[in-house]
């Protein structure tokens, strides 16, 4: 006998990298060599204070104990250390952050401590999947709101304002935009945070990408005026520090939202590991130099893989930033699904469908500069 399922895991189907990554894992078992390009699992190393400061931390006695559900007061100096140096945005650390498990468990608790069943949330038509995912999870009601193509990806205000009602409680944004790479602004997120305003809603910013190929200065949407009466921001050092699976990330905003989001974080996890988050203090410090040097590694990257979509007869902007490049097929490509699993099953290489991030990226794929470049310019070797 099984025990019936919830309606939520009836509903929510297994995360597309999940059923992908066991494809992949499957063809390495058998002995094939599978060039992957379709996630954003950075390769290359946090720095060596981090280490450093991760292993000293871990032989310390009193490391190892539950700590405070809105982690140690030096992870949060940090961030705000952080924020002030890099965009410029003054955070209390006492009472504007809140440490995470990583961005992924903070769309989790934003939308538990916001959403009643029948809310409305506008999600991006293309984009983190998490945002659609866990909001049908929670019973509210997504609405996705145009980017137009024509116009850098920038949301379509007019058409997002058609789609409010009086039910509607949060938007989700993210620029740098993932997947399409779209630089963010601050015209763009000044629109944003009055759209907020306008309608009352909580705007809550995904910030993952601001340090990776950008090419001006990062911008943070707390920096807007206004920002912190109706917006939130998720920020982590999983792509910007190189600690992927190290599950570090923040909320930052008003003390009242953090304080509300905090209510129900005490109630599902525990905090984190205080070497994990003594070394994640250490790793903000990082020098302007450090990233620059990161990014010069990414931009070699990056000429490799415009060469590997050149091949494929794809189309794409060279203005995007973050860690992926998003592309346009060429019309003779039946579809992003049939050559992705052309590519992975005779090719052994494997990139992103765009139709993951939503119906509008059918006719996209989406590679990934997480992998080195002569592995890169080899996979470009396999598709001649």
Request: charged share 20%.
């Amino acid at each position: 006998m099984i025990i019936p399922l919830a309606h939520r895991a009836d509903q929510t189907q297994e995360y597309y990298f999940s059923v992908k990554l066991a494809e992949v894992r499957r063809l390495q078992a058998a002995g094939h060599d599978v060039i992957n390009l379709g996630i954003g699992n950075p390769d290359m190393m946090p720095s060596a204070n981090t280490i450093d400061a991760l292993t000293k931390s871990a032989h310390q006695p009193t490391s190892h104990g539950y700590q405070s559900y809105k982690g140690t007061p030096a992870l949060r100096q940090g961030i705000a250390r952080f924020y002030a140096h890099t965009y410029g945005v003054t955070l209390d650390p006492e009472t504007e952050i809140l440490p995470l498990i990583g961005s992924k468990e903070g769309i989790t608790h934003i939308s538990l401590t916001f959403l009643n069943e029948g809310d409305g949330v506008l999600v991006p038509e293309l984009g983190y999947p998490a945002y659609r995912a866990v909001s049908q999870m929670v019973g509210a009601n997504v609405q996705e709101y145009p980017l137009l193509e024509h116009g850098g990806w920038q949301p379509d205000w007019e058409a997002m304002a058609d789609l409010v009602t009086d039910t509607t409680k949060i938007i989700w944004l993210n620029y740098p935009h993932m997947p399409t790479g779209a630089p963010a602004t601050r015209s763009l997120f000044e629109q944003a945070v009055r759209f907020a305003h306008d309608h009352t809603l909580l705007l809550c910013h995904d910030n993952p990408y601001s340090l990776i190929l950008n090419k001006k200065s990062p911008i943070s949407l707390l920096s807007v005026d206004g920002a912190k009466d109706v917006a939130v921001e998720l920020n982590s050092l999983s792509k910007s520090h190189n600690m992927a699976g190290w599950r570090i990330g923040w909320m930052a905003g008003a003390k009242e939202y953090v304080d509300a989001v905090l209510t129900i974080k005490s109630n599902v996890d525990s905090g984190q590991f205080k070497p994990l988050m003594d070394a994640a203090a250490e790793a903000l410090t990082n020098s302007d130099d450090w990233h620059r040097e990161r990014n010069a590694v990414y931009q070699g990257r990056l000429d490799a893989v415009h060469a590997l979509l050149n091949t494929l007869g794809c189309t794409y902007t060279t203005d995007q930033e973050g860690l992926f490049i998003w592309a346009k097929l060429p019309d003779s490509v039946e579809s992003a699904e049939a050559l992705v699993d052309d590519l992975l099953v005779n090719k052994h290489v494997f990139i992103a469908p765009g139709f993951i991030f939503g119906p509008k990226g059918n006719r996209y794929v989406r590679v990934s500069l997480c992998m080195p470049k002569e592995r890169i310019d080899e996979a470009v070797k396999r598709l001649m």
